[in-house]
């Protein structure tokens, strides 16, 4: 079946935090996009959830952002290493700091 979406995705690992409230759990991303990301855990969010998120980029830059969950695929907590997708869809839906810092990374990634 073929992609819908016309987003470019740049597998890319960053340390980040998040929470409902506050950005308190540690995870990874897995693939980056110039509108939302995709966050490698077991703590899942439901879909429709708003999360706060504290992402760090390479040089130590923090960007803050709101997003939404789009969608989620649980697996066991002892097989996120074996499986491709594990985590959560999340759809950026507002910049709370260091817009211009990752819009600067992803035009990177893109070779602009």
């Known amino acids: 079946m073929a992609e819908k979406r016309d987003i470019t995705r740049h597998r890319k690992r960053l340390s980040l935090r998040f929470g409902t409230d506050t950005p ?26 708003r999360i706060q998120v504290e992402l760090t980029l390479p040089g130590e830059d923090s960007v803050f952002l709101e997003g939404m969950v789009r969608w989620t695929k649980k697996v066991p907590p002892q097989m996120i290493h074996l499986v491709k997708k594990s985590g959560m ?23 602009k």
């Open 24 to 49: 308190t759990r540690l995870a990874f991303t897995e693939d980056v996009s110039a509108h939302g990301l995709f966050i490698k855990t077991t703590n899942l969010c439901p879909p429709g959830t």
């Open 89 to 111: 869809g999340v759809m950026i839906t507002k910049f709370i700091a260091g817009e211009k810092a990752y819009r600067h990374f992803i035009d990177e990634l893109h070779g």
